[in-house]
């Protein structure tokens, strides 16, 4: 099943069907993370944790791979109401590379 979804995850990726929003797009700039940063974990990453919104009941997933220039990280995503990947946070893992 994780196959199938990170398979999904990256299709979309790859289309540029997805979406940023606000509060996501400042904590990238704070973090010095960048789209580009995002699209590479997922493309290089796999899924680590499935998790469940306690309130909305949405499937997220916790993506672990790698930014541009190699450094490990994590993205945590989900699949929206209108079918494209909502980047929720992203974050680089102090001192280590993949």
Same mark, same amino acid.
Not at 34 to 42: P, R
């Given at each position: 099943?994780?196959?199938?979804?990170?398979?999904?995850?990256? @299709?979309?990726?790859?289309?540029?069907?997805?979406?940023?929003?606000?509060?996501?797009?400042?904590?990238?700039?704070?973090? @010095?993370?960048?789209?580009?940063?995002?699209?590479?974990?997922?493309?290089?990453? @796999?899924?680590? @944790?499935?998790?469940?919104?306690?309130?909305?009941?949405?499937?997220?997933?916790?993506?672990?791979?790698?930014?541009?220039?190699?450094?490990?990280?994590?993205?945590?995503?989900?699949?929206?109401?209108?079918?494209?990947?909502?980047?929720?946070?992203?974050?680089?893992?102090?001192?280590?590379?993949?």
């Amino acid at each position: 099943m994780a196959r199938r979804i990170i398979d999904r995850l990256r @299709e979309k990726i790859r289309a540029g069907h997805y979406v940023v929003p606000f509060h996501a797009a400042n904590e990238l700039d704070d973090d @010095e993370i960048s789209i580009f940063d995002v699209e590479n974990i997922i493309l290089t990453g @796999e899924i680590v @944790e499935k998790q469940r919104d306690a309130q909305t009941r949405e499937r997220k997933y916790l993506v672990r791979g790698e930014t541009l220039d190699g450094k490990a990280a994590c993205s945590v995503v989900k699949i929206g109401s209108t079918g494209k990947v909502v980047i929720i946070t992203a974050w680089v893992e102090e001192g280590d590379t993949v």
